[in-house]
Nanobody
């Protein structure tokens, strides 16, 4: 069992930056693929980024590629999402997720956090 708690959301102006954190508790954090998703009001949940257990593989959604960076610190059981050049369309609730399956699939996540709100003003 893995419990995930996101933090770092808030209000920022367009062009600004935020760093989200996701603290995990439970066993074998370093063996999980960690992902970030977001959901804006009235829209479907969207894949944002993922990172493999060994930090060697990352994957990004097209809308954030080149602006967002996912990283993890296995010693701290924490995964991060550095968000730069934020746009109003990045406004959403951001969720952290974990899974034991391959990073090749963008689905099949087993554990989810409660989410943190990110609001980007124009």
């Amino acid at each position: 069992q893995v419990q995930l708690v996101e933090s770092g959301g808030g209000l920022v102006q367009a062009g600004g930056s935020l760093r989200l954190s996701c603290a995990a508790s439970g066993r074998a954090f370093s063996s999980y693929v960690m992902g970030w998703f977001r959901q804006a009001p009235g829209k479907e949940r969207e894949f944002v980024a993922a990172i493999s257990w060994g930090n060697s593989i990352t994957d990004y959604g097209d809308s954030v590629k080149g602006r967002f960076t996912v990283s993890r610190d296995n010693a701290k059981n924490t995964v991060y999402l550095q968000m730069n050049s934020l746009k109003p369309e990045d406004t959403a609730v951001y969720y952290c997720a974990a899974k034991g399956s391959s990073i090749k699939s963008r689905g099949e996540y087993d554990y989810w956090g409660q989410g943190t709100q990110v609001t980007v003003s124009s």
